[in-house]
C-alpha cells in the first residue's frame, strides 16, 4: 500500500512536465525514474511465502516454494503506464509513442507492434534482456513466446505462456504459475501464486509489459 501510495503521489508530479515535452524530457524522465524506484526498494517488504507439498513426494527433499502475486498494471491520464507487485519489489513503469511503448525499470525494453497496420495482432517485446512476441490466440487469449537472460543464468531462458481468454481478463495455467488477470477500467489486476522456479520477477515483468501493450494498444 505504501508502494501504490508513493507511485501515486509520483504521477500526480509529473503530469506537468510530461506534458511539456516527453523527447526533450526522456533523460530526466528516466533519472526520476531511478530515483523513485530506488525510494520505493527502500521500503522493507517481507515476502509471503508458502510451502505446498505434493501427495507423494518427501516434504524434506522436495518442497514446492510458491509466493503470492498480488500485481497492478495501470495508466494514467498522463500517458504514462506502471507495472506494481510488493512482495517480489517489482517495479517497472513505460510511455508510449507513435504505438511504441518504452518500458524503464525492473525491465529497460520497447514494444512494437508486430505488423504496424494491424496493431492489435500483437506486439514484438525487445531488450538487452528479453525478446519475446505476444501474439493473438483463438478466442481472445495470446501467446506469450521467446527468450530472456537472468543475472543467475548463464544461458537464455525459453518462456511460453498461454494466456486463455475468461469472462472480463485472461487466467494463466502453466507449471508453476497460476494466474488470474481481471481487467480494470485503466488495466489489470493480476493475482495468484508463482512457483519461483518456474517464474519471479523477471518473468512477471515480462508478463506486466505484454499486458500493458495489449490492454493499451490504440485501437
Known amino acids: 500500500m505504501k508502494k501504490t501510495l508513493l507511485f501515486i503521489a509520483w504521477l500526480s508530479l509529473m503530469v506537468v512536465p510530461y506534458r511539456g515535452a516527453i523527447a526533450a524530457e526522456a533523460l530526466s524522465f528516466e533519472s526520476q525514474l531511478l530515483e523513485v524506484h530506488k525510494t520505493i526498494l527502500s521500503q522493507a517488504v517481507t515476502p509471503h511465502k508458502e510451502i505446498y507439498s505434493q501427495p507423494g513426494r518427501t516434504p524434506s527433499s522436495e518442497v514446492d516454494w510458491l509466493t503470492s502475486v498480488a500485481m497492478t498494471v495501470g495508466g494514467s491520464q498522463t500517458g504514462i503506464f506502471y507495472i506494481t507487485e510488493d512482495n517480489l519489489e517489482l517495479m517497472v513503469l513505460a510511455d508510449m509513442m507513435n504505438n511504441i511503448f518504452k518500458f524503464y525499470g525492473d525491465l529497460k525494453a520497447t514494444a512494437e507492434p508486430l505488423y504496424p497496420t494491424d496493431i492489435a495482432y500483437g506486439y514484438h517485446l525487445k531488450g538487452p534482456d528479453v525478446d519475446v512476441k505476444i501474439e493473438r ?6 501467446l506469450i513466446r521467446g527468450t530472456y537472460t537472468r543475472a543467475d543464468k548463464e544461458k537464455p531462458i525459453f518462456i511460453s ?14 507449471k508453476g504459475i497460476s494466474l488470474r488477470i481481471q481487467r480494470t477500467t485503466n488495466g489489470a489486476n493480476i493475482d495468484g501464486d508463482i512457483n519461483l522456479a518456474a517464474g519471479g520477477k523477471r518473468e512477471m515483468a515480462i508478463l506486466g509489459s505484454c499486458l500493458v ?3 493499451h494498444s490504440p485501437r
Open 137 to 142: 490466440w483463438e478466442s481472445g487469449g495470446y
Open 161 to 174: 505462456i498461454l494466456l486463455l481468454s475468461i469472462d472480463g481478463g485472461w487466467k494463466i495455467l502453466e
Open 213 to 215: 501493450a495489449v490492454i
